[in-house]
Structure formats: C-alpha cells, structure tokens
T-cell receptor
Framework: DAKTTQPPSMDCAEGRAANLPCNHS???????VYWYRQIHSQGPQYIIHGLKNNETNEMASLIITEDRKSSTLILPHATLRDTAVYYC??????????FGTGTRLKVLA | SAVISQKPSRDICQRGTSLTIQCQVDSQVTMMFWYRQQPGQSLTLIATANQGSEATYESGFVIDKFPISRPNLTFSTLTVSNMSPEDSSIYLC????????????FGPGTRLTVT
C-alpha cells in the first residue's frame, strides 16, 4: 500500500500558486519525500525532494511540516503546461517507489 | 540526469503472443526498474532489473510472465509473455543513476493493447 495520501483532484487558476498537499503520517526518520508529475501520455518527471528542510528549485518549492507527517508542493505561478497528475512518494533505503493515486491538477485559463 | 528511450512506443498484439520492450539509457546507471500503468491508474512496480543477475520481482509479478534481462548498465528488456487483454497497459522503465540519490528518470512508456 502507498505510504502517502493525496486529494484526487484540484483546480488552480493560471498565474496563481498551486498548493498540493500530501499526507505521510507514517514516515520514518530516514525516509525522503519525493514529488513527481505525469503529464498526459508521458513518463513521470522528477520535480523536487526533501528530508526535513524546506526545499526550492526552479520548478517548485517543497514545504515539509516540522513533524514530517505532511508536506506541500507549491508551484508559484501555475501555467496551463502544469496540468498533470502529481505524485508524492516516500522512499528510503529500499529505493523502491510505491506510487499512490496522486492529485490530478487542472490549471484553468 | 539520464535520458531514457523505449521501443516500441506502442503496439497492438494478439492474445497468446509475446512482446519484448527495450529500454535504453544514455549513460550508465546503478539501477533500472519496470513499471506497469493500467488504464486510468497509477504506476505499479513490476521488478528491479539487476545487471548480471536475475530480476527482483514484486508481489503479484512472476518471471515466467514478465522475463527481464539487463545485460549491461545502460540497457534492459521486459517481455510480456502469453498476453491476454488484461495485459493492456502502459509499460515504463526507469533508471536511478546515482548512489547518493533516490531520484529516478522515466522513459516515455510503451502503450500495449492486446486484442
């Protein structure tokens, strides 16, 4: 079973920030949080990852709560090209990805 | 990073036949994986392709049905054997390039339809 829980779908207006939550309440101390997205008919694309600190790169920001039981992926200025399914994955030394159902983000013009 | 290509990109096959999917990475990688994505569903890990040894299969997947080869650090194949319509899915390979990161790069997938 997936170790993460995400809302099945979200809408976001173009140009606004998209905030995608993920619950990983059973995460252990050495497990990382990884985010991927899958645009229709393509393979998943890496976005960002973190352990306990907040992270930012050119694509997104990742906010991890202090207890590490949840995180939020932030796309600061969503565009129509950000419409995709977003997956939050928890991973450790087993290096195996267990994909949950993800969040289908629709960016609206 | 790593760039991954898959062949074929799609195929339509008759039941009872087999199809071999190829996965090529543009650089040497430590680990390669095969996933299945059934229509409208998320990805499910089939197996880890081990270089020079037998693949490690996840629960519900067996070598007789999904034989995997990995002859070197840049290439792997997945065969879907004795196909039935239930095998209609997208099959994706991925690669984990480095020892110090869990990041995986995915191929574009092979869309298989079994009639």
């Amino acid at each position: 079973d997936a170790k993460t829980t995400q809302p099945p779908s979200m809408d976001c207006a173009e140009g606004r920030a998209a905030n995608l939550p993920c619950n990983h309440s059973t995460i252990s101390g050495n497990e990382y949080v990884y985010w991927y997205r899958q645009i229709h008919s393509q393979g998943p694309q890496y976005i960002i990852h973190g352990l306990k600190n907040n992270e930012t790169n050119e694509m997104a920001s990742l906010i991890i709560t202090e207890d590490r039981k949840s995180s939020t992926l932030i796309l600061p200025h969503a565009t129509l090209r950000d419409t995709a399914v977003y997956y939050c994955i928890v991973i450790s030394g087993t290096y195996k990805y267990i994909f949950g159902t993800g969040t289908r983000l629709k960016v609206l013009a | 990073s790593a760039v991954i290509s898959q062949k074929p990109s799609r195929d339509i096959c008759q039941r009872g036949t087999s199809l071999t999917i190829q996965c090529q990475v543009d650089s040497q990688v430590t680990m390669m994986f095969w996933y299945r994505q059934q229509p409208g569903q998320s990805l499910t890990l089939i197996a880890t392709a081990n270089q020079g040894s037998e693949a490690t299969y996840e629960s519900g997947f067996v070598i007789d049905k999904f034989p995997i080869s990995r002859p070197n650090l840049t290439f792997s194949t997945l065969t879907v054997s004795n196909m039935s319509p239930e095998d209609s899915s997208i099959y994706l390979c991925s690669a984990r390039p480095g020892q110090n990161s869990y990041e995986q790069y995915f191929g574009p997938g092979t869309r298989l339809t079994v009639t």
